[in-house]
């Protein structure tokens, strides 16, 4: 398996990436970051609304997970006729579940076809999440995986593995067969060294089976604002001046440490070796990337995270912010790494361990997930209910 196969079955976007984008956006492109859009649902995809993203905000990219599903189905009616097929059908919940997401993430991938052509298969990607109440099972999460990418069938897939303990082998076993995979729930720079670890044994198995490196790809996707949020607390709590000049500062100098890790590992023989049999880099994504603290700026995990070849996911709001005054002023990462390490230093000499924190948050993350994806399987239920008894109503009117 190489990559998957498939006809589109919707129209691919034509518009050029930022045609009509405001300044902040275009320059956000040209300093070498991709821009993706942290949500999905079917009134985007049927209203154009995408298509808009793509030419107005230079959107190349869409990542979901269980809380974006999980809202688009609890609003509006746009899933009502499909949840009365599945009714109809007779499937049980899982199924509904698993058949809901991965028609709209074909759909995603077919709008944005055109741009993972003009990109070389570089962006133009749609990220679609394993069932997180597998994040503990490798053996699971591997066959879901490829259930995900035979089902969905679009080159421009990406299956979403949580870095879990359990999670990395399956990312190594799930490359090594060809699938494209998007690692998520990263937070310490330790698990992300780790993640890079099990992609490059993914890429040299599947060297070895004779697989084209060329049709893989990957991203890592490293969690920023959800490190202040914690870390933040835990200085409030110390309460004096140095611990209050750190606020709002670890999330970022967290991810500009991870990306200078990136850079030490893709200029290390391992990779380079990788490279020269066609592989592509496993570039850093900066995720959860909306601001919780409403004293800081709401583009602060955009403005502060510019680097070449990253990609920044961000929710509509953060991106419509960035468009109207981002403040985009080229890299503002590899320069930092001293300033980084050193802020990091001080949060530890303060007694606060950024591993312990990084270590609960990943997993919150999971326990998260599985809320919001069991949120999901009761609004998919109810609605399977109503569309049977609404069905029985039909047929006993009749």
């Not at 990220?127 to 080159?155: M, N």
Request: glycine share 8%; proline share 4%.
């Amino acid at each position: 398996m190489t990559e998957a196969t498939g006809t589109p079955t919707t129209t691919s976007a034509t518009t050029t990436p930022g045609a009509t984008a405001p300044a902040p956006v275009t320059a956000l492109r040209e300093a070498g970051v991709a821009i993706w859009l942290d949500d999905l649902s079917r009134e985007l995809l049927r209203s154009g609304g995408l298509d808009r993203l793509v030419a107005e905000r230079g959107v190349v990219g869409v990542t979901t997970n269980p809380t974006i599903f999980a809202s688009a189905l609890s609003k509006g009616s746009a899933y009502d006729a499909q949840l009365s097929e599945l009714a109809t059908e007779g499937v049980d919940v899982d199924e509904a579940v698993f058949r809901i997401t991965t028609d709209d993430v074909r759909d995603a991938c077919d709008a944005l076809a055109a741009v993972h052509e003009a990109t070389g298969g570089l962006d133009g990607r749609v990220s679609i999440e394993v069932d997180p109440r597998l994040a503990r099972d490798t053996e699971a999460t591997v066959a879901t995986a490829e259930r995900l990418w035979t089902t969905v069938g679009r080159p421009n897939l990406y299956i979403k593995i949580p870095a879990t303990v359990e999670g990395l082998p399956a990312i190594t076993r799930v490359i090594a067969r060809g699938i494209s995979v998007n690692v998520t729930l990263i937070f310490s720079l330790e698990r992300y060294r780790a993640v890079l670890d099990a992609y490059m044994a993914g890429l040299e198995q599947a060297r070895e089976a004779g697989i084209d490196l060329g049709g893989i790809a990957s991203v890592a996707s490293f969690f920023v604002s959800r490190v202040d949020a914690a870390v933040d607390a835990e200085l409030d709590a110390i309460g004096s001046p140095e611990a209050a000049e750190l606020r709002g500062s670890i999330a970022i100098a967290n991810a500009r440490l991870a990306y200078r890790l990136y850079e030490e590992v893709v200029a290390g023989e391992r990779w380079q070796s990788l490279a020269a049999a066609g592989a592509h880099p496993q570039r850093p994504l900066w995720a959860s990337t909306g601001v919780k603290d409403k004293a800081y700026k709401d583009t602060r995990y955009v403005d502060g995270l510019v680097a070449p070849g990253v990609v920044n996911t961000m929710p509509g709001t953060t991106l419509e912010a960035v468009a109207d005054h981002g403040e985009i002023r080229g890299d503002t990462v590899t320069s930092a790494y001293d300033d980084a390490a050193a802020a990091v230093e001080r949060l530890g000499a303060l007694g606060v361990d950024l591993d312990r924190v990084t270590t609960t948050l990943e997993e919150e993350g999971v326990t998260k997930f599985e809320k919001s994806w069991a949120e999901l399987l009761a609004t998919v239920s109810a609605g399977l209910a109503r569309s049977a008894v609404s069905s029985s109503s039909q047929e006993a009117a009749q």
